[in-house]
């Protein structure tokens, strides 16, 4: 080991990163951005240039052939994962190979157990080793793996040199190729085990790869070809069941082979590999998991939930009675999917119980409708140790109410935390209990495993992605795996308002709830006298440094729940289950279906309201009309009488003659003889004229 980093003491080391944003390269820039004069040049596509993670300094867009080829030449360490990227690191060799180097560069890859996968002969007895490393076959979709592997390796040359780091399944943090086995067990569903399930997986943790890579990087071994696995050599059998024991009900579901041939990404799943670590072994850094990840499981559940924020929301809910606690409850319950946990409920639960528990309630509930204490706490302490509890949370409505009842629930919690006043006297005496001074070897001991990996850089504790978020709304004196309510609320209002509103209760709901005037003011008293100076329980969480939440619970609700949800902060899981999904559609579509109906049903009360003023507005129109015609007849009529009688004093006095004289002559042309007739009887002329009608049957004279 040189024991100098790559560009010479006092020199910035400058880190090309070909994939910040997977799960190895981003535990690789979280180790990186702690090294002090350390800078990180990060390859992405152009879209997400402007998207980088903390940390990187210079984003390298891979479309620009001449941006790439200067970040290669600017950087000592060049870092690439070849899952996805073989090409990019097949083109990067290729151009440093040929490129004139004045300065020492260091190119490690990435490479994947894939690329042993379909070596002939290879089983679960057969130990594989980096010397056979010439042997390896890779399966179709690692064949440009396994080539730019071989290329990396051959083109080590003055000032450049190239190692492979073949890694095993990598596992930790936020979880990748294992997050579906971690999802499923979250969720209390069985987890899938893929085949018969008695295959070797090699595997390695994510914090370990990047200790191999950086190491590598920096010590600068002999060996080319590193195997980066562990020492667990577990079968995928096995994984599941210890996935499904610590994070889920423990049921392990077998997919046949027709089911795994359909199903995606399992392939990293279905490898049957026995490697044995060899150079990286020799490597100078703590191993956090050398033996595997079934004696690591239980901290890489911790990983899981701390990067993914995963963590139980354990809610709280205090007050007197009509405060509105359940009220809040329950809508806290459907926006965080959280159980909410009734008294009631958990009783008759308890029970319908066929096991001997259920038996001493049902005996207890025959003597007295209201279970003895002890025996309710262990109805509530039962609810609480269930799965949907223990990974999603709980909302507590109205209990525990005493000192008493909040030390017997968690006693875990209580026994491993001590009171803040207590605390204070010890400190002030300059002693120290016996716990914390075991909390404080563990932290020396995290200290000094940080220590002997940080080497020059002053490499600090790695980040999840998301650790800092899950984290900051917990103390740090709080014991993830007990049920310890983090978010304490506490409401309030006068107690006029309280009566006021029990008033306004309907008579149906104030009889379920056992809330008649008397039982009122009876519990309402029962509080008041048990908080007479302050709210006790209040005070016991403050005094294990739990922050709680005062509120006074008046209308309008929905600003005092808007300032809830701030307190509590956001969601710590997937989303609702899939059978809360499939309710919820079931739901969504009866109200569609609804609403089209309404919709629907609006239309055609519209259309028939539209045809009665359509109607309507005819008749108007036809009314309108037949006035608007009778008055232009009126008009017509009262104008046509000088026409007419006109008429009757010019005209037809001289047709009416005229056609009793066609009727007695009887002429050939009977309409020209009557116009003659006409016009030579002209009222208005004064002169008379002898007219000889040739036609006619004898001459006469018309005057």
């Not at 390695?204 to 950086?214: K, P, Q």
């Not at 006790?536 to 294990?544: E, G, N």
């Not at 969601?571 to 969504?588: D, F, L, Q, S």
Request: with cysteine.
């Amino acid at each position: 080991r040189s024991g100098r980093l790559a560009g010479g003491e006092g020199h910035t080391m400058r880190v090309f990163l070909s994939q910040p944003n997977t799960q190895l390269g981003a535990t690789l820039l979280a180790r990186l951005k702690k090294r002090k004069g350390w800078e990180v040049s990060a390859m992405c596509p152009e879209a997400e240039a402007s998207k980088l993670p903390r940390g990187v300094s210079h984003a390298v867009v891979e479309e620009n052939i001449d941006s790439m080829h200067r970040a290669l030449l600017y950087a000592d360490i060049v870092l690439f994962e070849l899952h996805s990227k073989a090409k990019e690191a097949k083109a990067a060799i290729q151009y440093l190979s040929q490129a004139t180097l004045t300065t020492e560069k260091v190119f490690v890859c990435i490479s994947s157990t894939l690329t042993w996968a379909a070596a002939a002969g290879s089983s679960a007895e057969d130990v594989l080793t980096e010397d056979l490393y010439p042997k390896r076959k890779p399966l179709l979709s690692h064949k440009a793996c396994h080539a730019a592997e071989t290329l990396i390796r051959k083109a080590r040359k003055t000032n450049l040199l190239t190692y492979v780091v073949c890694a095993g399944l990598i596992y930790g943090g936020g979880e990748d190729v294992l997050h579906p086995l971690f999802k499923e067990a979250w969720h209390g569903r069985p987890v899938p085990c893929y085949g018969p399930g008695n295959n070797v997986i090699p595997m390695i943790h994510a914090t370990d790869l990047a200790n191999i890579i950086l190491h590598t990087a920096t010590e600068r071994p002999e060996t080319q070809y590193l195997l980066a696995v562990d020492n667990g050599g577990h079968t995928l059998q096995e994984l599941s069941e210890v996935i499904a024991r610590k994070l889920g009900s423990g049921k392990v579901e077998m997919v046949d082979e027709d089911t795994t041939a359909l199903s995606k990404n399992v392939e990293s799943l279905l490898v049957n590999l026995r490697m044995e670590m060899g150079a990286v072994g020799e490597l100078n850094f703590r191993w956090q998991h050398m033996e595997g990840f079934v004696r690591s499981v239980e901290a890489i559940v911790e990983e899981f939930r701390d990067h993914r924020n995963l963590h139980p929301l354990r809610i709280i809910l205090q007050g007197p009675p009509a405060s509105g606690k359940t009220f809040f409850a329950e809508k806290l319950a459907s926006e965080y999917t959280l159980t909410h946990i009734k008294i009631d409920e958990a009783v008759n639960e308890a029970r319908k119980s066929s096991d001997k528990f259920g038996e001493e309630v049902r005996a207890a509930l025959e003597k007295d409708p209201r279970l003895p204490s002890g025996l309710l706490l262990r109805v509530i302490s039962n609810e609480l140790q269930t799965l949907r509890c223990i990974n999603q949370g709980f909302i507590l409505d109205g209990y525990p109410q005493t000192e008493k009842e909040m030390a017997e629930l968690f006693p875990i919690w209580v026994k491993s935390l001590p009171r803040e006043s207590e605390k204070n006297k010890r400190d002030a005496e300059g002693g120290k209990s016996q716990d914390d001074g075991e909390e404080e070897d563990e932290e020396d001991e995290n200290e000094e495993g940080e220590g002997e990996d940080e080497g020059e850089g002053g490499e600090a504790q790695d980040e999840g992605p998301s650790s800092g978020s899950a984290r900051g709304r917990r103390s740090a004196r709080n014991k993830p795996s007990s049920n310890l309510p983090e978010n304490v609320i506490f409401l309030d209002s006068p107690d006029e308002v309280l009566k006021e509103r029990l008033l306004n209760l309907p008579e149906a709901q104030l009889k379920s709830a056992h809330s008649d005037e008397e039982g009122f003011t009876r519990r309402l008293k029962a509080w008041r006298d048990m908080n007479a100076t302050e709210v006790k329980l209040a005070s016991f969480f403050r005094d294990y440094n739990v922050e709680v939440f005062m509120v006074d619970s008046v209308e309008p609700w929905e600003t005092t729940y808007e300032e809830m949800k701030l307190y509590i902060g956001p969601p710590h899981n997937y989303g609702p289950p899939p059978e809360v999904i499939e309710r919820m559609k079931t739901e969504a579509e009866g109200r569609e279906a609804e609403r089209q109906a309404l919709l629907a049903a609006e239309k055609e009360e519209q259309e028939r309201k539209e045809l009665r003023e359509r109607t309507q507005r005819q008749e108007r129109e036809e009314q309108l009309w037949n006035e608007l015609k009778q008055q232009e007849q009126d008009l017509l009529e009262t104008r046509s009488i000088p026409l007419r009688k006109y008429l009757m004093d010019n005209v037809i006095p001289p047709l009416t003659e005229g056609m009793i004289k066609v009727a007695q002559l009887r002429p050939e042309d009977p309409i020209d003889f009557l116009a003659e007739y006409l016009f030579r009887h002209d009222p208005n002329e004064q002169t008379s004229i002898t007219i000889h009608f040739s036609t006619c049957h004898q001459p006469f004279c018309v005057f």
